[in-house]
């Protein structure tokens, strides 16, 4: 990091869904999306957090740094920026799920065989093209994973019409950080 400062974290951080009456909602796989804002128009992205059994987002600090750009430079030793760190958590829109779902279908047909043709056609050698086929392979195995996760997904179960389900706060300190959504 240029600053060598790391922006502030929640220890831990959770979002509980709840009803109108405020009553905790139990269900699972609600896909959720956090933007944590390094200025008013930069933002890690951390997306396709799964609602627990009990309609609950639990994550650490780490999981948080694994989960977005921070994996690549966060280092605990070096100081923290005091600054507030503004953030929102939201419900992912599932019409948005649902293209991403047809999108990954669609690139999950593709054939293999004719990938190494259009290869071969473009003049790539077999040892090149062996490894464009072992990195699309890989590519593929990852998307199968995420379609699956988005596949199981919940959020239809959620009444957006009240415009989008979300929480916008900052982190003042590195300490656990408990919220709700009222749905």
């Not at 997306?47 to 750009?69: A, D, M, R």
């Not at 279908?105 to 040892?127: H, P």
């Not at 596949?151 to 300190?173: A, C, P, R, V």
């Amino acid at each position: 990091m240029k600053n060598k400062k790391h922006p502030i974290l929640p220890n831990n951080f959770s979002v509980q869904l709840i009803n109108s009456k405020g009553d905790k909602l139990k269900i699972a796989n609600v896909l959720c999306h956090l933007n944590i804002y390094i200025n008013s128009s930069s933002y890690y992205t951390y997306s396709f957090i799964p609602t627990n059994s009990n309609g609950k987002v639990n994550l650490t600090k780490e999981q948080i740094i694994q989960n977005t750009e921070l994996k690549h430079y966060y280092d605990k030793t070096i100081s923290i920026e005091r600054t507030p760190v503004k953030f929102d958590f939201m419900i992912m829109d599932s019409n948005l799920i649902n293209g991403m779902i047809a999108s990954i279908n669609n690139y999950l047909s593709i054939d293999i065989e004719s990938i190494k043709l259009d290869l071969k056609q473009r003049g790539l050698t077999e040892s090149q093209i062996s490894l464009q086929i072992s990195t699309i392979e890989e590519k593929f195995n990852s998307d199968r994973k995420l379609l699956e996760t988005l596949e199981n997904n919940q959020n239809s179960k959620i009444d957006n019409s009240n415009g989008m389900k979300k929480i916008t706060e900052f982190w003042n300190s590195e300490s656990d950080y408990n919220y709700e959504i009222k749905l």
